[in-house]
Structure formats: structure tokens, C-alpha cells
């Protein structure tokens, strides 16, 4: 028998575990030495500010207090209108899932506003309700009601038909089957839904910031134009970015701490 | 139907009944040839409101379905509303397209070199959670509010949702298919040609589906504020000038466009992939 | 000379820490020709050993060795079936899929399809060619795995479970085809299963395994039956019977629920 050299053990590309670490580094180090490349080769620091810039500029907003003003005032909008959207699409999807009647007569409206988004109704809630809160509040509300309300509809479609004749075979009546069998198992895609709708509603709050607010991180971001205060844009769009990644998070850990239960069996 | 529960009671029941959408076929048949009717009826009974309703109201707050049919009509005949559309589907097209060619390469560079997906996965991380429309303000500073800037602002929403379906798709090709290959002989750029991409090409569909619809929510805000054509535009001037009925026209036309392009994509992607599942 | 040789294995996942051996001192050899199945429960590391003959995984120790050379990486010369039907491309028609190691080794496109044609028939789908697997049953896609094996001319045939997951009827005649297949080319296989009528039925050893962690081989049981086998003679009884006791004696008393006669 031929013996050959000593083969290669286990060539596993899962070896090496310092290496992405390394890289990560070296990625992110990589783009601040570009960032900051590419603000000095502008005359006008002020068109692009560099990191050096931009750091004294979350510096400052942070001392005065405004980028947490700012931060406030769009997660309040964020969070009251996706309590709400999410409430109110849960109870629709449901509806559908359970009602036929329902489902036919919501049907063209839902499959008709989907593609309207809730940015085109900015001008619209802020005639009828005001520059204030309730308008912002209204549109992220209505962003979300879809994306729960058609998730949880296709949970509702997904449940095994087992599962359900496993419950009526044990004598669950209507009502029992619902709380039981169709509820529990639409909760992870309601939760799915949520999550999708979350990005649609800081895409919007941020949209009706820029139109229609005083406040908020929209706000900040639009209204340093008038002072070509890119470095303060520089700031929100990092700061929204970082709020995004911590709000996903956080949904998730919260949901899977209380919820975590229905999570689909993989 | 007794919801007391018991085996006896279930028992003695008559036949479940109204249960969700588990219903004997003959019952479900019925059921769908009512749909029509059902929606129908529900069309009507909403016109209805609305018209009842916008009697109470001035035409500026709430202008009648009358009245906004009757606008959209003139906008029609007088071309506005086709050249505002034309500006916003072009924008929206050319940013899409670009986002999706850069978003589907790297996508597929990051699921298929270890070394790619690691300098990237940071920046996918970051970005996908910054709304295109945040960047909307510094790309007006730098580009000025012609085309350039809208058509980058699309291509960015579209890019990082592109990515990330591209990045699943390539995570998600089924392990005894790149077995198979391997099996059979197959070099690295054959497994990648013949296995990997075509694997991939559902998720990179759903993907451009849903950054469509983001294309079209950020393309509004950018017309609405740096713009002087586009329906976003337009809808922006209604409300300054107070034509509520106007601003219907512009919204209802928004989401008319979005279902166009998004079934138009569909039905597209199914002609060119015909055989993938 | 022995075509497949696995000697001293060891073999554990890479990673954190001290992970459990799947396989300890583990030894076999298989001659040209010849069938040899590997029977034991879900865990106990059958695929693991299949996966080293095929090159997807490597050993932590012990080396594997085929007509002479050690398995570097997965090639044509060990054409696997593997369990399930994950494995045929979707988008690919039956005929294409057969087709796929001749294309990837470069074969004009006539000639291979001529080639794939001819292995058609051979697995009687004549006719079937132009489906995609969606629209194929269980029997047939095992039957297309089977026939994109062969049509790479390969002199060994890993077989991860292939009929796992058919209705009972369809197995059956499976497991008669390609008895007959293997009697005609005598190929040499490692065929892995849970089901004692198919190890008898099919093989020249039947190889039963201890359960894992630290996986071995607990007894090797030759199969002396003349072919082809029928499972309704009383030596065929005979040979469950004693297969059943070794699976039981190395497994315990759970065994007995997992192995009911069918």
C-alpha cells in the first residue's frame, strides 16, 4: 500500500478562530483611514467632514443634550406607533384568519394600501391631525399594521391541518380551538411581521421628521442642511443606524424572553 | 357549537362547523365564488361612506369620491399626472437597478469568499439599519437636486436588502447539493456556477421585491423635498396649495404604479426563471 | 488488496474544547466488489464513516484509504446516493441531473446525452427525462441519484440510506434493482441503512455498529445467502434473527422498538 504524506486533519474552514475578529478589525480600521482619506482631499471640510470632525460633532450634540432630545422624540413616535400598529394588526390578521367574510371584504383594501406607503400619507395625517405627535404616530401605525396583520394572515394559512383535527378530535369547540391552536400558532409570524415592520417605521418616522417636524432625528438631519452642517447629518445617520441595530436587538432578546415559546419548531 | 369541551359534548355535536378555512371542499368552493361578491359589496359600502362623509366636510380636508375621480381624470387627460409618474418610475428604475447589480455581486462575493463576507459583515451590519432617506440630506449637499442624488438614495435602499437576500440564498443552498457537485468532480467557480447562483436566484428575487417597495416609500420624500417633477413632488405641491382631492390622485397613483412594477417583476422573473422553484 | 480501507479512525468535530469522539478505534476493510452495509441506529455515526470514504469530512485520526491513495477530497471515482432528495438540482430536469458529472467533466453535450439516456432506461424511466425533480415521486428521484452514480462509471458506490424515506412497496422493489444492478457490474458499496430485511437482503458483510459516542464496529456478520435473496425463505428468518440479536446485544433494550420485523 501506498503511503502517501500526512494528509491534512479535519480542513474545517471553521478553523482559525481569531481570524474574524482580525478581519472585522482590519475592515473597520479600513474605513476610517478611507473615510478620513477622502474628507482631506475636500477644499470644503464642511462638504465632508472627516471622522476627527464628525466625532466633535456627536461630542457637542451629546453635551448640549439635543441628540438625546432628538433620540427621544423619535423613539417615542417610533414606539407608541408600532405599539399600536402592532395591536391593531394582530386583531385584523386574526380576524381574517378566522373569518372568512372578514377576510373578503378587507381584502382589496389591504392588497391596495400595501403599496401605497406610509409616506405618501404624511401630508394627508398632517391636515387632519396636526403637526403634532398623533400624526407621526399615525402614519408609523399604519406602515405596521400591514406588515403584522399579512404576517400573521400567513401564519394562520401555515398551521398543520393536523393540528388542528389533533384539537377538534379532542373536543375543542370554536372558541377553545382559536385560544388554544390558531393564536399561539400565528405568534411567531406576528413576531416576524413586527420585525419587518420596524424598519418601515423608522423609514417613516424619519421621512415625516424631514417633512413635517421640529423634533426628532429626521428633523436634525434635514435641518442642518440650511447650514450645510454635514457633519451633524453625519451624526444622525450614524446615530439612526445604531438605534436601529439596538431597537432590533432588543426586540428580539424581549420577544424571545417572553415569547420564545412559539418559536417555530426547526 | 358547545365550547364546554367535554368528549361527551363532541361527541353528541353536530358537525363542526365555521372553523377557519378547514372546511370540506364543496363548502370552500362556495365560499370562494362568494369572494367577489364580498369584495364587491365591501367596494360599494366604502364609496358610500366616503361620499356620505364628505358632505360634512370642506373639499380641502375631504373631498369627495366624486370629485377625486373627477380630478384624476383632468390630471390624466392633461398629461400631468403621466409626465409626474414618468419622472418618479425613471428614478426609481435606474437607482433599482443599480442597487440590485452591486447589492447581487456583492452578495454573492460575501455568501462564497469567507474573507469577503468577514470585511463586509460590519458595514451589511451598520447599514442595513440606517433608512435610505437619512442620507437623502447630505447627498442633496453633494450632488445638488438633480437626478444623481434620487437615483443613488434608490440604489441605496436597494443595496443592502439585496445583500442580505443574496448572503441567506448562499448560506441556505441545501448541503448535499454542494455535496452532490463535489462529488461529481466539480471545481470551486463549477460549483459556484452550477450550484450556488442558481440556488440563490429565489432569494435574490425576494429580495429585489421588497426593496422595491422601500425604492418607492424613499423615492416620495426625495421628490416631496428636493424635486420639481415626480409624483412625490406633486403630492407636496397639492398640500402646499391645498388640493386634498389632488393629493388622492397622486397617492392612489403611487400605489397603482408600486403594484405595476411590482407584479410586472413577478410575472418577469417567472418568464426568465421559469424552472427554479 | 482491499479497495477501501479505513484504519485506526478517530474522528470529532473541530472546535471548542474537548468535543465528543464520534468515532473511536474504528477499522474496516472493504474488498473490490464487494457489498458491505453498516447497520445501527440514527447517532451512531454511519454517516460519518460514509462521509470520510466520500471526502466531505477528514478524520481527527486514522487514515482512509482508497485503491491505494489517501482521500484528499470528494471525486467521481465515489459516487454517493444520499439521503433524501436535496441533493438532485431543482431547476435541472431528470435528464440534465443525470447528466451533471459528464458536463462537469467536460463532456461534449451529444455524447453525454446519449450517455444519460442510455442510464435512463437502465433505471426504466424511459420517457421521464424531460421532468424536474418537483414533479417526480421519492422512488423515481432516488432512481435519477442513482442513475447520475452510475453514469460516472464509478467502482465505488456510497449509499447514505437511499430508500429511508419510500413507502414500503416501492422499497421493496428498489432494493431488488439494484440488487440486480450490483450483480451485473459488481461495483463495490458501502451502503448504510436501519433496516435489517434490506442489510440481508443486499449485503455480502453486514456491519453492526455500537452506539455513539466513541463508535465502533460491534460485530461483522457475513451474509452467505445465495442471490438473489428471498425474503420469504427460512434462512432469510434465520439471518434477521441473529442480526437482530447483535444490534440488540450492542444497543440495549431500545433497540428492540426500533427493529420490529417489517
Request: with cysteine; net charge positive; hydrophobic share 50%.
Amino acid at each position: 500500500m501506498t503511503t502517501t504524506t500526512a494528509p491534512t486533519r479535519n480542513r474545517n474552514p471553521r478553523n482559525g478562530r481569531g481570524l474574524p475578529l482580525i478581519i472585522y478589525a482590519c475592515s473597520i480600521a479600513i474605513f476610517f483611514v478611507a473615510w478620513y482619506a477622502i474628507s482631506a482631499r475636500f477644499a470644503m471640510p464642511i462638504l465632508f467632514p472627516g471622522p476627527g470632525r464628525t466625532f466633535a460633532a456627536l461630542v457637542q450634540l451629546v453635551e448640549d443634550g439635543s441628540l438625546a432630545e432628538d433620540i427621544a422624540a423619535s423613539l417615542a413616535r417610533i414606539l407608541a406607533g408600532f405599539a399600536l400598529g402592532s395591536i391593531l394588526g394582530l386583531i385584523l390578521g386574526l380576524l381574517m384568519g378566522a373569518s372568512r367574510l372578514i377576510r373578503f371584504a378587507v381584502d382589496p383594501y389591504v392588497n391596495f394600501l400595501r403599496f401605497i406607503s406610509g409616506i405618501a400619507w404624511i401630508p394627508l395625517a398632517t391636515m387632519w391631525l396636526g403637526l403634532g405627535e398623533s400624526s407621526k404616530i399615525a402614519v408609523v401605525a399604519y406602515v405596521t399594521v400591514f406588515a403584522v396583520a399579512i404576517n400573521t394572515l400567513a401564519g394562520y394559512g401555515a398551521i398543520p391541518l393536523a393540528r388542528i383535527r389533533a384539537a377538534r378530535a379532542l373536543g375543542a369547540g370554536r372558541r377553545q380551538l382559536f385560544f388554544m391552536v390558531e393564536l399561539p400558532s400565528c405568534i411567531h409570524f406576528a413576531l416576524q411581521g413586527m420585525r419587518l415592520a420596524m424598519a418601515g417605521a423608522f423609514l417613516t418616522v424619519v421621512a415625516a421628521e424631514m417633512i413635517a417636524a421640529t423634533s426628532g432625528l429626521g428633523f436634525l438631519i434635514s435641518s442642518s442642511r440650511q447650514f450645510m452642517a454635514t457633519d451633524t447629518m453625519f451624526v444622525g445617520i450614524l446615530t439612526l443606524g445604531a438605534l436601529g441595530f439596538a431597537v432590533d436587538k432588543a426586540f428580539l432578546l424581549v420577544s424571545w424572553l417572553t415569547l420564545g415559546k412559539y418559536r417555530l419548531a426547526r | 357549537m358547545p365550547v364546554d369541551g367535554t368528549n361527551a359534548a363532541a361527541a353528541r355535536a353536530p358537525r363542526p362547523r365555521a372553523s377557519g378555512r378547514r372546511h370540506p371542499d364543496e363548502a370552500r368552493r362556495a365560499a370562494r365564488s362568494l369572494a367577489p361578491t364580498i369584495w364587491s359589496g365591501s367596494i360599494v359600502v366604502f364609496l358610500l361612506v366616503w361620499q356620505f362623509a364628505s358632505r360634512f366636510y370642506p373639499p380641502a380636508l375631504l373631498p369627495s369620491p366624486l370629485r377625486t375621480f373627477h380630478t384624476l381624470i383632468e390630471s390624466i387627460d392633461s398629461g400631468l399626472l403621466l409626465d409626474h409618474a414618468q419622472a418618479t418610475l425613471g428614478r426609481v428604475v435606474a437607482g433599482f437597478l443599480l442597487g440590485a447589480a452591486v447589492g447581487v455581486s456583492l452578495g454573492l462575493l460575501a455568501g462564497s469568499v469567507r474573507l469577503a463576507r468577514l470585511a463586509l459583515d460590519p458595514y451589511v451590519n451598520f447599514f442595513r439599519f440606517v433608512p435610505a432617506i437619512a442620507l437623502l440630506t447630505p447627498f442633496v449637499v453633494w450632488f445638488g437636486i438633480g437626478e444623481l442624488p434620487k437615483v443613488l438614495l434608490i440604489a441605496f435602499a436597494t443595496l443592502f436588502i439585496t445583500i442580505l437576500n443574496t448572503i441567506a440564498g448562499v448560506d441556505d443552498v441545501p448541503r448535499n447539493r454542494l455535496r452532490a457537485a463535489r462529488m461529481l468532480g466539480a471545481t470551486p467557480s463549477q460549483i459556484f456556477a452550477l450550484v450556488v447562483v442558481p440556488s440563490t436566484i429565489p432569494y435574490i428575487l425576494t429580495g429585489m421585491r421588497i426593496a422595491m417597495g422601500v425604492s418607492f416609500a424613499s423615492i416620495v420624500v426625495a421628490e416631496m423635498t428636493s424635486a420639481d417633477r415626480g409624483l412625490g413632488y406633486l403630492l407636496g405641491y397639492a398640500q402646499v396649495i391645498s388640493a386634498t382631492d389632488l393629493q388622492f390622485v397622486a397617492i392612489v397613483c403611487l400605489g397603482a404604479m408600486g403594484w405595476a412594477v411590482d407584479k410586472t417583476f413577478q410575472l418577469l422573473a417567472r418568464l426568465a426563471f421559469r424552472q427554479f422553484p | 488488496m482491499s479497495h477501501v480501507s479505513l484504519s485506526g479512525i478517530e474522528f470529532r468535530y473541530p472546535g471548542k474544547g474537548k468535543s465528543l469522539a464520534i468515532l473511536r478505534d474504528f477499522d474496516l476493510e472493504i474488498a473490490p466488489g464487494e457489498f458491505v452495509v453498516m447497520i445501527g441506529p440514527s447517532g451512531c455515526g454511519k454517516t460519518t464513516v460514509l462521509n470520510l470514504v466520500a471526502g466531505f469530512e477528514f478524520p481527527s485520526q486514522g487514515r482512509v484509504i482508497v485503491e491505494g491513495a489517501e482521500v484528499r477530497k470528494p471525486g467521481a471515482d465515489r459516487a454517493v446516493i444520499f439521503q433524501g432528495d436535496d441533493s438532485l438540482l431543482p431547476w435541472l430536469t431528470a435528464l440534465e441531473n443525470i447528466e451533471l458529472g459528464p458536463r462537469i467533466a467536460g463532456m461534449a453535450r451529444g455524447e453525454r446525452r446519449k450517455l444519460a439516456i442510455e442510464h435512463l432506461k437502465l433505471i426504466g424511466l424511459e420517457g421521464q427525462g424531460h421532468k424536474r425533480p418537483s414533479e417526480l415521486s421519492g422512488g423515481m428521484k432516488q432512481r435519477i441519484q442513482l442513475a447520475r452514480a452510475m453514469v460516472c462509471a464509478s467502482r465505488i458506490l456510497l449509499m447514505d440510506e437511499p430508500f429511508g424515506a419510500i413507502d414500503a412497496l416501492t422499497r421493496a422493489a428498489l432494493q431488488d434493482e439494484l440488487a440486480a444492478l450490483w450483480e451485473r457490474t459488481h461495483p463495490t458499496v458501502l451502503f448504510i441503512t436501519h433496516d435489517i430485511t434490506e442489510a440481508i437482503l443486499l449485503a455480502d458483510r453486514i456491519c453492526v455498529m455500537t452506539p455513539g459516542p466513541d463508535a465502533t464496529i460491534a460485530e461483522m456478520i457475513p451474509v452467505t445467502l445465495a442471490r438473489p435473496r428471498d425474503r420469504s425463505l427460512p434462512e432469510f428468518g434465520t439471518m434477521y434473527g441473529r442480526v437482530h440479536a447483535a444490534l440488540s446485544k450492542s444497543h440495549g433494550q431500545d433497540a428492540r422498538a426500533a427493529s420490529a420485523r417489517p
